[in-house]
């Protein structure tokens, strides 16, 4: 029986205009053009006791060892809800503290791993100076980190300092405020897209705002909400017919590039079909178009809501993410636990249906070249395959050998390959060792940059404070080198 707040909003549901319909669709308050009444509203109009509204809270970075697929940790996670909104622990004017101080203990524990684990970068512990190496002791009193090994290195070294004193403090406010036990409004995603209303794809400004996410009016509001967002919009922004990337002048994109992404957008970017629920509006469908994420580590155990953001980009067409690397599961072992290896399910592959109606996402705890090599994905195609690589460190040293097998694979798809980097530094490696390894096999699809969509939050590496940089701060791609048919002129 339906109940009478229900009752009463049937009956002005046909005064609502049609753009109003879908704004209160988008926030849940409609169901199949019915209004929509809350499972906390409906334990309050039957006197049932309701629960306070929890809270999703998102921990900061833990160890950044490298960029290496191995050495890479978890960059972001989940924490369990709790049954209530959690206990405010620091107020927005009360978020800089040392780290060795801090009143959070997971930063603590932070400070004592860095303390133990990264060395001082004085000169006289570099080769051949006076003193042997040292780790960091000394805390700045300006960014709250460990930086030297004590209070003369610090003041020595002061104006090399003070290149990034600004950034780690930075870093430091922010990983207070993550555990600062307030809620965020930044994490509230936006829903579907309206037909007619197009994305614009300029700079993160004009995407949320286009996107219709709630309003970010604070800098570190951004900087979070970006932190978490980076990964699908960055894969959106390069596949997208509205991508910022194109061949004019500045936009990078190379006449190959041009060839590849047109031929995957048409998949992405389908005529509508003018199919409906009943069987004469019944229409054949493509398959998905398939994203592999390989050497996958945070971005597997980023909550869903995150990834189903790539869907409302493309929300005619069906997606279907893969992540495979070895650590594809890390830190969710309680989550699901890995299936066993059958011979309908060979590689032990996690599938999570319908997180989106028009998106899947599978998971596989393997290294690519293995799986390539049992042609478990064939055959490929360049309108539906795509690989994303995010801060691979195809040419760090601990980690190039195991990219060693899986370039020659990837090259032979000729599907775009998308790579980010940390740093200008980390990409421009990573572009030498793909020139050094597959030179003359491969085309570049877009020229090395900054990503449009990077992470506005810097991150710290916890073996070397030194060491600052934003994820997915560069974006480029590149595919197999393919060879035009030529005929032989007849004498």
């Known amino acids: 029986m339906a109940l009478p707040a229900e009752l009463a909003a049937r009956s002005a549901l046909s005064k609502i205009c049609t753009r109003c319909s879908v704004s209160l669709a988008r926030q849940g308050r409609l169901s199949n053009g019915v209004p929509h009444v809350s499972q906390l509203q409906r334990r309050s109009l039957s006197g049932k006791r309701s629960r306070t509204r929890q809270a999703i809270i998102f ?14 940790r978890l960059s972001s996670g989940v924490a369990q809800p709790s049954e209530s909104r959690p206990t405010r622990v620091l107020s927005p004017d009360d978020l800089f503290h040392s780290f060795t101080n801090s009143p959070i203990p997971e930063i603590r524990r932070r400070a004592a791993f860095i303390r133990q684990h990264a060395s001082c970068p004085h000169h006289d512990h570099q080769p051949g100076g006076a003193m042997a190496p040292a780790h960091v002791d000394f805390e700045c009193p300006d960014c709250g980190i460990p930086v030297y090994c004590s209070k003369e290195h610090w003041a020595d070294d002061y104006e090399a300092h003070l290149e990034i004193c600004d950034t780690l403090r930075q870093i430091n406010e922010d990983d207070h405020d993550l555990r600062s036990g307030r809620f965020f409004p930044e994490f509230e995603y936006a829903g579907p897209q309206l037909d007619d209303a197009l994305i614009n794809m ?37 596949i997208h017919e ?56 945070a971005e597997s155990s980023l909550p869903r809501d995150v990834w189903v953001q790539l869907a409302h980009l493309f929300p005619r067409s069906r997606i279907h993410l893969i992540f495979i690397g070895p650590e594809s599961m890390l830190n969710r072992d309680d989550e699901f ?16 249906d319908r997180v989106w109606p028009t998106m899947k996402i599978s998971t596989i705890v393997d290294y690519y070249h293995t799986i390539h090599r049992t042609g478990y994905f064939y055959p490929y195609d360049p309108y539906f395959d795509c690989f994303v690589l995010f801060h691979p460190g195809l040419g760090h040293p601990a980690s190039s050998h195991e990219w060693e097998e899986t370039l020659p694979m990837l090259l032979e798809t000729k599907a775009p390959i998308i790579v980010t980097g940390y740093t200008q530094a980390d990409m421009q490696r990573d572009i030498d060792w793909v020139n050094k390894t597959a030179a003359g096999e491969f085309d570049v699809l877009l020229e090395p940059g900054e990503n449009r969509f990077r992470s506005l939050r810097w991150d710290l590496n916890d073996l070397d404070p030194q060491d600052v940089s934003a994820g ?12 035009e048919t030529t005929r ?3 004498e």
């Open 59 to 72: 921990p900061g970075p833990s160890v950044r060892a490298g960029p290496g697929p191995v050495s890479k």
């Open 202 to 238: 300029t700079n993160w400004d004009t995407f949320l705002y286009t996107r219709e996410f709630n309003a970010v009016n604070d800098d570190r509001s951004m900087r979070q909400a970006t932190r978490l967002l980076t990964y699908p919009v960055t894969v959106g922004s390069v």
């Open 242 to 297: 509205l991508s910022p990337y194109n061949i004019k002048a500045g936009g990078r994109l190379t006449v190959e590039g041009l060839k590849s992404f047109s031929a995957l957008r048409y998949t992405l970017h389908p005529p509508k079909s003018g199919g409906g629920m009943d069987v004469k509006g019944l229409r054949v469908e493509s398959p998905a178009v398939r994203i592999f994420i390989l050497g996958a580590r």
């Open 337 to 352: 636990p890995l299936p066993p290896r059958t011979a309908s399910n060979p590689f032990g592959a996690i599938v999570e």
């Open 472 to 483: 997915n701060w560069g974006v480029w791609a590149f595919r197999g080198k393919r060879y």
């Open 488 to 490: 032989k002129s007849e």
